[in-house]
């Protein structure tokens, strides 16, 4: 490979929680030698801008580890990143981050600070992003490159949201981006949701963290998104590529690997893919599809077309995870297992958060009561230490009501 192809970036575009981690993991792993950027385009890079070695916390990498169930890697998540710090400092800006989700042309949507880390790549850059899955085309457009799109069942990925209320918070701040499609303009309106959030990003992440979702709200929001990203891997992407079949089949895995293989990517060995998969029942049912029924019905009236929004159901539909093909006694035991696990290990972070927020408002409480008993008592002095000055005009007061009422 030349060194001018050896720069053609590969972008792998998803949705939060779809597997693109693991594909991160896959890529730096190759002998090829790729370049990885683990989420570039993330919040947490302005705090680095700075201060680089804020990339390279060793509790960043266990922390996320331990809470998104990710493989262990054998160097931090954003070691390419910080290596090439001095190239993208000046260039980076935090308002493309969520407000260019949706590539509008009059904010900046990342290109030129892509572009700075495509430049400083000291190999063929990769880049895995969670938060481009609105620009795609507009992406493509501007630096060329091969571009895919990961994508997994829905019900499977709104679960594993749950992992943290940070998820839930920033499709909040997404659905509130500029130039959003009219579909989502019907979402905010039919769920009484305001249109503008606040301009400074950590404020709006505080801001809508303080004002957590339904479940049905939750899951309407992400599959607004779930159906428009995919819609934009669909017009825009090289390759769309399914986790759950990835996961399921030797057979896929191995088309998959030809098929980038022909792109002029090589390498890529997938045959450690995993991905966790539920098992649902028709209660499951009752709650997803007539939530999903109304984010169609939403997608049709902001513009698409019926062929279009059955084209994603047929996709879907024909990349079912295996698990739900079968018998519940066909199921393996350590899959049903698992997911009694994850069920467990939800409802104890959903304790563990419920009491956290019981103390911190019994604490906010106390020291209100402790602040107004303190106010009180300054008062109360002060209206003692001035009593002497009320007490002639009280007398005064006390004959003359005294002579009325003899009147």
Not at 133 to 159: M, T, V
Request: net charge negative.
């Amino acid at each position: 490979m030349s060194p001018i192809m050896n720069k053609q970036p590969i972008f792998i575009h998803s949705l939060f929680r779809a597997g693109s981690t693991y594909l991160f993991k896959v890529f730096r792993s190759s002998a090829a030698g790729y370049w990885c950027y683990q989420e570039a385009l993330h919040e947490l890079v302005e705090e680095a801008r700075n201060n680089p070695d804020r990339l390279l916390r060793s509790d960043l990498d266990k922390d996320a580890t331990k809470l998104y169930r990710h493989a262990m890697l054998d160097t931090g998540y954003y070691f390419e990143l910080h290596a090439v710090w001095p190239a993208w400092r000046s260039v980076f800006q935090l308002s493309s981050v969520i407000r260019g989700y949706f590539a509008p042309h009059d904010v900046d949507i990342g290109i030129a600070y892509w572009q700075s880390l495509i430049d400083a790549s000291k190999d063929r850059p990769v880049f895995q992003e969670c938060r481009t899955s609105g620009r795609i085309g507009a992406i493509k457009a501007a630096l060329g490159g091969y571009h895919i799109y990961l994508w997994r069942n829905p019900w499977d990925q709104w679960w594993s949201y749950k992992v943290t209320p940070y998820f839930d918070t920033a499709n909040q701040l997404i659905i509130r981006a500029p130039n959003a499609p009219a579909s989502v303009a019907l979402l905010r309106k039919e769920l009484g949701l305001e249109d503008d959030m606040p301009e400074d990003l950590s404020e709006a992440f505080a801001h809508y963290g303080r004002r957590p979702l339904t479940s049905e709200h939750s899951y309407l929001i992400f599959y607004l998104l779930w159906c428009l990203g995919l819609r934009e891997g669909l017009a825009h992407a090289d390759l769309l590529l399914n986790i759950d079949r990835l996961s399921d089949s030797p057979g896929y895995r191995e088309e998959i690997q030809v098929v980038l293989q022909q792109a002029g990517i090589p390498d890529i060995d997938f045959s450690d893919c995993r991905v966790p998969q539920g098992r649902y029942l028709e209660q499951d049912r009752a709650f997803f599809e007539p939530l999903e029924d109304r984010v169609h019905q939403w997608l049709l009236a902001g513009g698409w077309t019926p062929q279009l929004v059955e084209q994603l159901q047929t996709l879907r539909q024909e990349f079912m995870p295996a698990i739900w093909t079968l018998a519940l006694s066909e199921c393996s035991p350590e899959d049903l297992a698992a997911q009694a696990h994850r069920a467990r290990a939800l409802t104890q972070r959903f304790e563990t958060d419920f009491a956290q927020n019981v103390i911190t408002l019994t604490e906010t409480t106390q020291q209100a009561e402790a602040r107004a008993q303190q106010a009180e008592a300054r008062l109360n002095a002060v209206l003692t230490s001035r009593s002497w000055r009320l007490t002639k005009p009280l007398r005064a007061l006390s004959r003359l009501v005294r002579k009325m009422s003899a009147q």
